[in-house]
Nanobody
């Protein structure tokens, strides 16, 4: 089992920055791909950014050039640096990891990000 604890959400003005963190704990052989998703009110959950164990990243077009995903394998932690935030980025952000030899999916509890003046 893997437990994911997220932190770093909050209220920020347009143009501001936030950094999200997600740390995995529990009993697992390995943490594989890690990612951040988000879900805005009335919308489906969407992939924001992902990162492989080797550090290869991918981003949603809407966040390219503004968001950066990174990971610290020694701490089983994934980060999302969010810059130049705008109101369209307002959503609940969820951490997602795949763990073990079967790549079982695990989700964090979500952290609210609100961009508003």
């Amino acid at each position: 089992q893997v437990q994911l604890v997220e932190s770093g959400g909050g209220l920020v003005q347009p143009g501001g920055s936030l950094r999200l963190s997600c740390t995995a704990s529990g009993r697992f052989l390995s943490i594989n791909d890690m990612a951040w998703y988000r879900q805005a009110p009335g919308k489906q959950r969407e992939l924001v950014a992902g990162i492989t164990t080797g550090g290869t990243t991918n981003y949603a077009d809407s966040v390219k050039g503004r968001f950066t995903i990174s990971r610290d394998n020694s701490r089983n932690t994934v980060y999302l640096q969010m810059n130049s935030l705008n109101p369209e980025d307002t959503a609940v952000y969820y951490c997602n990891v795949q763990a073990g030899t079967l790549n079982v999916n695990y989700w964090g509890q979500g952290t609210q990000v609100t961009v508003s003046s």
